[in-house]
Protein backbone atom coordinates (compact mmCIF):
# COMPACT_ATOMS: atom_id res chain seq x y z
CA UNK A 1 0.00 0.00 0.00
CA UNK A 2 2.37 2.24 0.63
CA UNK A 3 4.94 1.78 -2.78
CA UNK A 4 0.86 2.48 -4.23
CA UNK A 5 0.47 5.84 -2.64
CA UNK A 6 4.66 6.77 -3.14
CA UNK A 7 3.62 5.58 -7.49
CA UNK A 8 0.69 8.34 -6.81
CA UNK A 9 2.70 10.87 -5.55
CA UNK A 10 5.59 10.71 -8.03
CA UNK A 11 2.96 10.73 -11.33
CA UNK A 12 1.44 13.72 -9.52
CA UNK A 13 4.90 15.06 -9.48
CA UNK A 14 5.56 14.80 -12.77
CA UNK A 15 2.52 15.15 -13.97
CA UNK A 16 2.90 18.88 -12.48
CA UNK A 17 5.83 19.40 -13.72
CA UNK A 18 4.77 18.35 -17.50
CA UNK A 19 1.93 20.86 -17.12
CA UNK A 20 4.11 23.76 -15.97
CA UNK A 21 6.66 23.14 -18.63
CA UNK A 22 3.56 22.98 -21.12
CA UNK A 23 2.39 26.02 -19.96
CA UNK A 24 6.06 27.94 -20.65
CA UNK A 25 6.36 26.07 -23.89
CA UNK A 26 3.01 27.64 -24.96
CA UNK A 27 4.57 31.54 -24.15
CA UNK A 28 7.66 30.69 -26.54
CA UNK A 29 5.21 31.28 -29.16
CA UNK A 30 2.87 34.35 -29.55
CA UNK A 31 0.24 34.29 -26.66
CA UNK A 32 -2.37 35.86 -24.30
CA UNK A 33 0.82 37.72 -22.30
CA UNK A 34 2.53 38.41 -25.42
CA UNK A 35 1.76 39.03 -28.86
CA UNK A 36 5.25 38.13 -29.51
CA UNK A 37 5.66 35.36 -27.59
CA UNK A 38 8.94 34.57 -25.70
CA UNK A 39 10.94 32.52 -28.44
CA UNK A 40 13.72 32.23 -26.15
CA UNK A 41 12.04 29.78 -23.70
CA UNK A 42 11.91 27.49 -26.58
CA UNK A 43 15.45 26.51 -25.63
CA UNK A 44 14.35 25.61 -21.75
CA UNK A 45 11.45 24.69 -21.70
CA UNK A 46 11.58 21.07 -23.24
CA UNK A 47 14.30 19.96 -20.73
CA UNK A 48 11.06 19.38 -18.44
CA UNK A 49 9.84 17.36 -21.06
CA UNK A 50 12.90 15.04 -21.87
CA UNK A 51 13.31 14.75 -17.80
CA UNK A 52 10.01 13.26 -17.05
CA UNK A 53 9.75 10.74 -20.16
CA UNK A 54 13.19 9.86 -18.89
CA UNK A 55 12.21 9.31 -15.40
CA UNK A 56 8.31 8.05 -15.88
CA UNK A 57 6.95 4.46 -15.66
CA UNK A 58 5.77 2.58 -18.79
CA UNK A 59 2.38 2.37 -17.01
CA UNK A 60 1.62 6.21 -16.61
CA UNK A 61 4.22 7.66 -19.45
CA UNK A 62 1.12 7.48 -21.95
CA UNK A 63 -1.06 9.40 -20.01
CA UNK A 64 1.59 11.61 -18.97
CA UNK A 65 2.11 12.45 -22.96
CA UNK A 66 -2.06 12.66 -23.29
CA UNK A 67 -1.92 15.15 -20.38
CA UNK A 68 0.98 17.61 -21.74
CA UNK A 69 -0.29 17.63 -25.67
CA UNK A 70 -3.66 18.75 -24.36
CA UNK A 71 -2.55 21.65 -21.83
CA UNK A 72 0.11 22.87 -24.01
CA UNK A 73 -2.12 23.29 -26.72
CA UNK A 74 -5.02 24.48 -24.50
CA UNK A 75 -3.06 27.32 -23.73
CA UNK A 76 -1.08 27.39 -27.21
CA UNK A 77 -4.27 27.70 -29.16
CA UNK A 78 -6.17 29.99 -26.81
CA UNK A 79 -7.39 32.28 -30.17
CA UNK A 80 -9.20 29.01 -30.59
CA UNK A 81 -12.24 30.24 -28.85
CA UNK A 82 -12.54 33.36 -30.80
CA UNK A 83 -12.45 31.19 -33.91
CA UNK A 84 -15.43 28.14 -32.83
CA UNK A 85 -17.05 27.38 -29.79
CA UNK A 86 -15.76 23.67 -30.27
CA UNK A 87 -12.27 24.18 -31.65
CA UNK A 88 -11.08 25.53 -28.52
CA UNK A 89 -11.40 21.03 -27.10
CA UNK A 90 -11.02 19.26 -30.43
CA UNK A 91 -7.74 20.82 -31.12
CA UNK A 92 -6.10 19.71 -27.68
CA UNK A 93 -7.96 16.85 -27.74
CA UNK A 94 -6.40 15.31 -30.77
CA UNK A 95 -2.75 16.73 -30.13
CA UNK A 96 -3.43 14.95 -26.52
CA UNK A 97 -3.99 11.59 -28.57
CA UNK A 98 -0.83 12.22 -30.63
CA UNK A 99 1.51 13.31 -27.44
CA UNK A 100 -0.21 10.10 -25.74
CA UNK A 101 1.25 7.34 -28.66
CA UNK A 102 4.59 10.03 -28.98
CA UNK A 103 5.54 9.80 -25.19
CA UNK A 104 6.11 5.97 -25.03
CA UNK A 105 8.48 6.18 -28.12
CA UNK A 106 10.42 8.58 -27.41
CA UNK A 107 11.01 6.97 -23.45
CA UNK A 108 11.55 3.17 -25.89
CA UNK A 109 13.79 5.43 -27.62
CA UNK A 110 16.08 6.74 -25.11
CA UNK A 111 15.84 3.39 -23.63
CA UNK A 112 17.43 1.57 -26.31
CA UNK A 113 20.86 2.73 -27.12
CA UNK A 114 23.41 2.19 -24.07
CA UNK A 115 25.48 5.93 -24.48
CA UNK A 116 23.23 7.93 -27.18
CA UNK A 117 19.76 7.48 -26.53
CA UNK A 118 19.23 11.32 -26.08
CA UNK A 119 20.26 11.26 -29.69
CA UNK A 120 17.80 8.56 -31.22
CA UNK A 121 15.26 10.26 -28.72
CA UNK A 122 15.78 13.98 -30.58
CA UNK A 123 15.35 12.33 -34.03
CA UNK A 124 12.48 9.82 -33.11
CA UNK A 125 11.02 14.13 -32.04
CA UNK A 126 12.06 15.75 -35.86
CA UNK A 127 10.33 12.58 -36.79
CA UNK A 128 7.64 13.20 -34.97
CA UNK A 129 7.42 17.15 -35.91
CA UNK A 130 7.46 16.20 -39.88
CA UNK A 131 4.56 13.02 -39.37
CA UNK A 132 2.36 14.94 -37.79
CA UNK A 133 1.88 18.05 -40.27
CA UNK A 134 1.30 15.50 -43.17
CA UNK A 135 -1.89 14.15 -44.49
CA UNK A 136 -5.39 15.69 -44.34
CA UNK A 137 -5.46 15.96 -40.33
CA UNK A 138 -1.99 17.58 -40.41
CA UNK A 139 -1.62 20.53 -37.90
CA UNK A 140 1.71 22.40 -38.32
CA UNK A 141 0.98 25.16 -35.32
CA UNK A 142 3.32 24.85 -32.26
CA UNK A 143 6.50 23.63 -34.45
CA UNK A 144 8.85 23.56 -32.12
CA UNK A 145 11.30 25.36 -35.01
CA UNK A 146 8.66 28.30 -35.29
CA UNK A 147 9.35 30.10 -31.70
CA UNK A 148 12.54 31.26 -33.39
CA UNK A 149 10.56 33.21 -36.04
CA UNK A 150 11.97 36.30 -34.49
CA UNK A 151 15.53 35.68 -34.79
CA UNK A 152 15.93 35.84 -38.17
CA UNK A 153 20.00 35.09 -37.88
CA UNK A 154 19.16 31.83 -36.26
CA UNK A 155 16.23 30.94 -38.42
CA UNK A 156 18.76 31.30 -42.34
CA UNK A 157 19.63 27.49 -41.70
CA UNK A 158 16.61 25.85 -42.52
CA UNK A 159 17.09 27.33 -46.58
CA UNK A 160 19.57 24.25 -46.19
CA UNK A 161 18.16 21.95 -43.72
CA UNK A 162 14.32 22.84 -43.87
CA UNK A 163 12.60 23.25 -40.66
CA UNK A 164 13.42 19.81 -39.37
CA UNK A 165 17.15 20.49 -39.07
CA UNK A 166 16.52 23.48 -36.48
CA UNK A 167 14.18 21.55 -34.71
CA UNK A 168 17.27 19.33 -34.14
CA UNK A 169 19.07 21.51 -33.23
CA UNK A 170 16.87 22.87 -30.19
CA UNK A 171 15.97 19.64 -29.07
CA UNK A 172 19.10 17.70 -28.84
CA UNK A 173 20.61 20.06 -26.10
CA UNK A 174 17.46 20.29 -23.90
CA UNK A 175 17.08 16.01 -24.43
CA UNK A 176 20.99 15.52 -23.45
CA UNK A 177 20.71 17.83 -20.24
CA UNK A 178 17.59 15.50 -19.42
CA UNK A 179 19.63 12.38 -19.98
CA UNK A 180 22.45 13.95 -17.80
CA UNK A 181 20.43 15.22 -14.92
CA UNK A 182 19.03 11.94 -14.90
CA UNK A 183 22.69 10.45 -14.83
CA UNK A 184 22.32 8.76 -17.71
CA UNK A 185 25.27 10.52 -19.59
CA UNK A 186 28.21 11.72 -18.14
CA UNK A 187 30.01 14.84 -19.74
CA UNK A 188 33.04 12.64 -20.33
CA UNK A 189 31.32 10.35 -22.71
CA UNK A 190 29.84 13.32 -24.26
CA UNK A 191 32.70 15.24 -24.88
CA UNK A 192 32.51 14.76 -29.01
CA UNK A 193 29.16 15.24 -29.30
CA UNK A 194 29.72 18.89 -27.52
CA UNK A 195 32.01 19.66 -29.91
CA UNK A 196 30.27 18.09 -33.47
CA UNK A 197 27.08 20.46 -31.58
CA UNK A 198 29.51 23.41 -31.07
CA UNK A 199 30.54 22.95 -34.57
CA UNK A 200 26.69 22.95 -35.84
CA UNK A 201 25.75 25.94 -34.10
CA UNK A 202 28.69 27.80 -35.19
CA UNK A 203 28.15 27.10 -38.83
CA UNK A 204 24.36 28.09 -38.22
CA UNK A 205 25.51 31.17 -36.83
CA UNK A 206 27.93 32.03 -39.37
CA UNK A 207 25.44 30.77 -42.28
CA UNK A 208 22.48 33.06 -40.77
CA UNK A 209 24.97 35.99 -40.37
CA UNK A 210 26.12 35.98 -43.96
CA UNK A 211 23.07 34.96 -45.31
CA UNK A 212 20.79 37.55 -43.37
CA UNK A 213 23.40 40.43 -44.68
CA UNK A 214 23.51 39.32 -47.93
CA UNK A 215 19.61 39.61 -48.34
CA UNK A 216 19.54 42.84 -46.21
CA UNK A 217 22.48 44.33 -48.78
CA UNK A 218 21.34 43.20 -51.66
CA UNK A 219 20.60 45.47 -54.57
CA UNK A 220 17.29 44.22 -55.86
CA UNK A 221 17.17 43.78 -60.04
CA UNK A 222 13.33 44.32 -60.11
CA UNK A 223 10.67 44.47 -57.39
CA UNK A 224 6.90 43.78 -57.17
CA UNK A 225 4.82 46.03 -55.72
CA UNK A 226 1.76 44.68 -53.65
CA UNK A 227 -0.92 46.22 -51.96
CA UNK A 228 -2.22 44.03 -49.25
CA UNK A 229 -5.33 45.50 -48.11
CA UNK A 230 -7.03 44.71 -45.07
CA UNK A 231 -10.49 45.47 -42.76
CA UNK A 232 -10.16 45.35 -39.23
CA UNK A 233 -13.97 43.51 -39.45
CA UNK A 234 -15.42 39.87 -39.47
CA UNK A 235 -16.81 39.88 -42.85
CA UNK A 236 -18.83 37.04 -42.19
CA UNK A 237 -21.20 38.64 -39.55
CA UNK A 238 -24.18 41.02 -39.80
CA UNK A 239 -25.84 40.41 -43.11
CA UNK A 240 -25.94 42.38 -46.32
CA UNK A 241 -25.66 45.71 -44.77
CA UNK A 242 -21.95 44.17 -43.16
CA UNK A 243 -21.10 42.95 -46.03
CA UNK A 244 -21.58 46.43 -48.01
CA UNK A 245 -19.99 48.09 -45.59
CA UNK A 246 -17.02 46.16 -45.81
CA UNK A 247 -16.31 45.88 -49.06
CA UNK A 248 -16.97 50.22 -49.19
CA UNK A 249 -13.84 49.94 -46.85
CA UNK A 250 -11.87 47.68 -49.03
CA UNK A 251 -13.03 49.21 -52.54
CA UNK A 252 -12.20 53.05 -51.06
CA UNK A 253 -8.43 51.88 -49.83
CA UNK A 254 -8.30 49.92 -52.99
CA UNK A 255 -7.93 53.43 -54.69
CA UNK A 256 -6.44 55.30 -52.34
CA UNK A 257 -3.41 52.36 -52.88
CA UNK A 258 -3.50 52.65 -56.92
CA UNK A 259 -1.58 56.49 -55.58
CA UNK A 260 1.60 53.86 -54.94
CA UNK A 261 1.70 52.32 -58.16
CA UNK A 262 1.21 48.75 -56.77
CA UNK A 263 1.80 45.75 -59.51
CA UNK A 264 -1.03 43.84 -57.54
CA UNK A 265 -3.92 44.20 -54.85
CA UNK A 266 -4.98 41.23 -52.38
CA UNK A 267 -7.50 41.57 -50.51
CA UNK A 268 -8.12 38.68 -47.53
CA UNK A 269 -9.97 35.11 -47.37
CA UNK A 270 -14.00 35.74 -48.14
CA UNK A 271 -13.09 39.83 -48.11
CA UNK A 272 -16.37 39.59 -49.97
CA UNK A 273 -19.08 37.66 -48.62
CA UNK A 274 -21.67 37.24 -50.96
CA UNK A 275 -21.07 34.11 -54.08
CA UNK A 276 -20.52 36.00 -57.61
CA UNK A 277 -20.95 32.57 -59.20
CA UNK A 278 -24.39 32.17 -57.26
CA UNK A 279 -25.56 35.35 -57.42
CA UNK A 280 -24.63 36.03 -61.06
CA UNK A 281 -26.67 32.57 -62.06
CA UNK A 282 -29.31 32.00 -59.44
CA UNK A 283 -30.28 35.86 -58.16
CA UNK A 284 -32.99 35.59 -55.51
CA UNK A 285 -32.02 39.18 -53.95
CA UNK A 286 -32.04 42.72 -55.87
CA UNK A 287 -29.80 44.39 -53.17
CA UNK A 288 -27.30 41.17 -52.81
CA UNK A 289 -27.47 40.85 -56.70
CA UNK A 290 -26.32 44.88 -57.33
CA UNK A 291 -23.31 44.62 -54.32
CA UNK A 292 -22.39 41.71 -56.44
CA UNK A 293 -22.40 43.75 -59.65
CA UNK A 294 -21.07 46.45 -57.85
CA UNK A 295 -18.38 44.41 -57.20
CA UNK A 296 -17.48 42.49 -60.09
CA UNK A 297 -17.56 45.63 -62.03
CA UNK A 298 -14.88 47.48 -59.63
CA UNK A 299 -12.64 44.30 -60.10
CA UNK A 300 -12.80 44.64 -63.77
CA UNK A 301 -12.31 48.06 -63.75
CA UNK A 302 -9.03 48.49 -61.82
CA UNK A 303 -5.90 48.83 -63.84
CA UNK A 304 -3.72 45.98 -62.32
CA UNK A 305 -4.42 42.53 -61.03
CA UNK A 306 -6.78 42.14 -58.01
CA UNK A 307 -7.08 38.73 -55.64
CA UNK A 308 -9.60 38.54 -53.21
CA UNK A 309 -11.70 35.35 -51.28
CA UNK A 310 -14.76 35.13 -52.36
CA UNK A 311 -17.29 31.91 -51.42
CA UNK A 312 -17.89 29.96 -55.45
CA UNK A 313 -21.45 28.62 -54.94
CA UNK A 314 -22.60 25.96 -56.74
CA UNK A 315 -26.11 23.97 -57.03
CA UNK A 316 -25.79 20.79 -54.67
CA UNK A 317 -28.18 18.47 -56.35
CA UNK A 318 -28.75 19.08 -60.34
CA UNK A 319 -31.82 16.97 -60.22
CA UNK A 320 -33.60 19.88 -57.94
CA UNK A 321 -33.96 24.00 -58.58
CA UNK A 322 -31.23 26.05 -56.63
CA UNK A 323 -34.23 27.09 -54.44
CA UNK A 324 -36.36 24.39 -52.80
CA UNK A 325 -40.45 24.93 -51.33
CA UNK A 326 -38.60 25.30 -47.97
CA UNK A 327 -37.24 28.70 -48.55
CA UNK A 328 -33.78 26.64 -48.45
CA UNK A 329 -30.86 27.03 -51.16
CA UNK A 330 -29.94 23.89 -52.93
CA UNK A 331 -26.30 24.60 -53.04
CA UNK A 332 -22.50 24.02 -51.87
CA UNK A 333 -19.77 26.31 -51.28
CA UNK A 334 -16.41 26.45 -51.78
CA UNK A 335 -13.87 28.66 -50.54
CA UNK A 336 -12.33 30.02 -53.20
CA UNK A 337 -10.32 32.82 -54.44
CA UNK A 338 -11.12 34.79 -57.56
CA UNK A 339 -8.37 36.74 -60.05
CA UNK A 340 -9.39 39.64 -62.00
CA UNK A 341 -7.13 41.07 -64.35
CA UNK A 342 -7.28 42.91 -67.58
CA UNK A 343 -10.89 43.89 -67.28
CA UNK A 344 -11.60 40.15 -67.00
CA UNK A 345 -11.79 37.28 -64.26
CA UNK A 346 -8.95 35.03 -65.35
CA UNK A 347 -10.54 32.90 -63.07
CA UNK A 348 -11.00 31.30 -59.68
CA UNK A 349 -8.98 28.96 -57.47
CA UNK A 350 -10.20 26.36 -54.72
CA UNK A 351 -8.84 25.60 -51.41
CA UNK A 352 -7.16 22.37 -51.62
CA UNK A 353 -7.25 21.37 -47.97
CA UNK A 354 -10.10 22.37 -45.51
CA UNK A 355 -9.22 23.00 -42.18
CA UNK A 356 -10.30 19.89 -40.05
CA UNK A 357 -13.29 20.38 -37.31
CA UNK A 358 -13.54 24.14 -38.49
CA UNK A 359 -14.23 23.93 -42.54
CA UNK A 360 -15.12 19.97 -42.61
CA UNK A 361 -15.85 17.28 -40.52
CA UNK A 362 -13.60 14.32 -41.47
CA UNK A 363 -14.82 10.96 -41.05
CA UNK A 364 -18.32 11.88 -40.98
CA UNK A 365 -19.99 8.99 -41.41
CA UNK A 366 -18.12 6.91 -38.81
CA UNK A 367 -18.16 9.73 -35.71
CA UNK A 368 -22.06 10.66 -36.71
CA UNK A 369 -22.32 11.49 -32.49
CA UNK A 370 -19.52 14.02 -32.96
CA UNK A 371 -20.77 15.53 -36.02
CA UNK A 372 -24.78 16.53 -34.45
CA UNK A 373 -22.92 18.50 -32.07
CA UNK A 374 -20.82 20.44 -34.32
CA UNK A 375 -23.69 21.03 -36.41
CA UNK A 376 -25.26 22.62 -33.31
CA UNK A 377 -22.81 24.93 -33.33
CA UNK A 378 -23.70 26.22 -36.75
CA UNK A 379 -20.09 24.31 -37.69
CA UNK A 380 -19.17 25.84 -40.78
CA UNK A 381 -18.69 23.46 -43.82
CA UNK A 382 -17.32 23.69 -47.25
CA UNK A 383 -16.33 21.80 -50.11
CA UNK A 384 -12.71 20.96 -51.07
CA UNK A 385 -11.30 22.03 -54.23
CA UNK A 386 -11.28 19.85 -57.20
CA UNK A 387 -8.68 16.59 -57.12
CA UNK A 388 -7.43 17.46 -53.70
CA UNK A 389 -7.36 13.66 -52.55
CA UNK A 390 -4.87 13.51 -55.56
CA UNK A 391 -2.78 16.38 -54.78
CA UNK A 392 -2.59 14.99 -51.10
CA UNK A 393 -0.56 12.47 -52.40
CA UNK A 394 2.03 14.24 -54.09
CA UNK A 395 5.21 14.14 -52.34
CA UNK A 396 4.86 17.24 -51.22
CA UNK A 397 1.43 17.94 -50.19
CA UNK A 398 -0.81 20.86 -49.64
CA UNK A 399 -1.08 21.37 -46.12
CA UNK A 400 -3.69 23.71 -44.76
CA UNK A 401 -3.28 24.99 -48.45
CA UNK A 402 -2.97 28.56 -48.97
CA UNK A 403 -5.53 29.84 -51.66
CA UNK A 404 -3.23 31.58 -53.71
CA UNK A 405 0.01 29.22 -55.03
CA UNK A 406 -1.74 28.67 -58.41
CA UNK A 407 -2.41 32.30 -59.23
CA UNK A 408 0.28 34.10 -57.79
CA UNK A 409 2.10 32.34 -60.74
CA UNK A 410 -0.66 32.98 -63.07
CA UNK A 411 -0.76 36.60 -62.25
CA UNK A 412 3.18 37.06 -63.05
CA UNK A 413 2.20 36.46 -66.41
CA UNK A 414 0.15 39.36 -67.05
CA UNK A 415 1.77 41.30 -64.42
CA UNK A 416 6.12 42.71 -65.10
CA UNK A 417 6.87 45.50 -63.78
CA UNK A 418 8.25 47.84 -66.70
CA UNK A 419 10.54 49.87 -65.01
CA UNK A 420 13.37 48.95 -61.83
CA UNK A 421 12.83 50.70 -58.28
CA UNK A 422 12.97 50.07 -54.64
CA UNK A 423 10.08 49.72 -52.87
CA UNK A 424 11.32 51.19 -49.90
CA UNK A 425 8.01 50.24 -47.79
CA UNK A 426 8.71 47.86 -44.14
CA UNK A 427 7.13 45.22 -45.31
CA UNK A 428 10.03 44.16 -48.34
CA UNK A 429 12.70 44.99 -45.72
CA UNK A 430 10.04 42.35 -43.38
CA UNK A 431 10.20 40.03 -46.11
CA UNK A 432 14.09 40.33 -47.12
CA UNK A 433 14.96 39.52 -43.12
CA UNK A 434 12.96 36.52 -43.35
CA UNK A 435 15.08 35.72 -46.15
CA UNK A 436 12.66 37.21 -49.02
CA UNK A 437 14.54 36.98 -52.21
CA UNK A 438 14.25 40.51 -53.97
CA UNK A 439 15.30 40.11 -57.06
CA UNK A 440 11.76 37.80 -58.18
CA UNK A 441 8.29 38.76 -57.78
CA UNK A 442 6.84 37.08 -54.92
CA UNK A 443 5.19 33.81 -55.45
CA UNK A 444 4.14 32.90 -52.01
CA UNK A 445 0.52 34.45 -50.90
CA UNK A 446 -1.34 34.16 -47.79
CA UNK A 447 -5.05 35.24 -47.53
CA UNK A 448 -5.75 33.49 -44.53
CA UNK A 449 -9.20 34.13 -42.84
CA UNK A 450 -10.42 35.64 -39.33
CA UNK A 451 -12.31 37.62 -37.62
CA UNK A 452 -12.30 41.27 -36.24
CA UNK A 453 -9.55 41.46 -33.37
CA UNK A 454 -10.54 41.27 -29.86
CA UNK A 455 -9.20 43.84 -27.31
CA UNK A 456 -8.85 41.07 -24.97
CA UNK A 457 -6.72 39.03 -27.28
CA UNK A 458 -3.36 41.07 -28.02
CA UNK A 459 -2.31 38.49 -30.41
CA UNK A 460 -5.27 37.21 -32.56
CA UNK A 461 -4.91 34.25 -34.33
CA UNK A 462 -3.49 36.18 -37.74
CA UNK A 463 -0.42 36.98 -35.24
CA UNK A 464 -0.35 33.36 -34.45
CA UNK A 465 0.40 32.33 -37.88
CA UNK A 466 2.95 34.60 -38.46
CA UNK A 467 5.70 31.90 -36.98
CA UNK A 468 4.91 29.66 -39.30
CA UNK A 469 4.72 31.83 -42.39
CA UNK A 470 7.61 33.43 -41.51
CA UNK A 471 9.80 29.94 -41.63
CA UNK A 472 7.62 28.14 -44.26
CA UNK A 473 5.19 29.03 -47.27
CA UNK A 474 1.26 27.65 -45.61
CA UNK A 475 3.16 25.67 -42.92
CA UNK A 476 5.20 23.44 -45.59
CA UNK A 477 8.73 22.85 -45.73
CA UNK A 478 9.34 25.10 -48.75
CA UNK A 479 9.26 28.68 -49.52
CA UNK A 480 9.80 31.77 -47.14
CA UNK A 481 13.28 31.11 -45.92
CA UNK A 482 13.41 27.88 -47.32
CA UNK A 483 13.06 28.63 -51.05
CA UNK A 484 14.45 32.71 -50.15
CA UNK A 485 11.14 33.50 -51.72
CA UNK A 486 9.13 36.85 -50.79
CA UNK A 487 6.15 36.19 -48.37
CA UNK A 488 3.13 38.58 -48.79
CA UNK A 489 -0.07 37.96 -46.63
CA UNK A 490 -3.02 40.16 -46.20
CA UNK A 491 -5.59 39.55 -43.64
CA UNK A 492 -8.79 41.04 -41.19
CA UNK A 493 -6.77 42.56 -38.78
CA UNK A 494 -3.20 41.06 -39.35
CA UNK A 495 0.23 41.84 -39.85
CA UNK A 496 0.86 42.29 -44.03
CA UNK A 497 4.21 40.97 -45.27
CA UNK A 498 5.10 37.85 -43.20
Known amino acids: MR???REVGRFLGETGILIGAAFLHALAFPNFLNAAGWGFLAC??????????????????WLEGAIYGFVFYLVYNYWLK??????ILIAPSLEALQYLLLFPILKLGHTL???????LQTLLYVTYSFLTQQGFLGYPYGNLASAFYAYPVLIQIVSITGVWGLVFLMAAPQSWIASFLNRRITLRESRVDMVV??????????????????????????????AAVQHSADSWKGGYETYKANYQVLKNASVEALQAKPDMILWSETAFVPSVSWHTEHPSNYLTSQLVDDFVSFGKSLPVPLVTGNPEGLVKDKDLPPFLEDG???WKTYNTVILFGGGNILGTYRKQHLVPFTEYFPYEKEFPCLVRPAEGQRLQVVGEGDGSHRLLLRRRPLLHADLLRGYLRVAERHVRPKRRRHAGQP????LVRFGGRRDAAPRVGRLPGGGEPKADDPGNEQRHHLPGHSLREDHRPDGAVHQRMAAVRSAPGAEAGA
Open 3 to 5: RFW
Open 427 to 430: DQRQ
Open 197 to 226: YAVLVAFQLVFGLVSYHHYEKATPSRTFRI
Open 328 to 330: SWN
Open 82 to 87: TFHPLA
Open 44 to 61: FTMIPFFWVIDRAHWRVV
Open 113 to 119: PRRRGYL
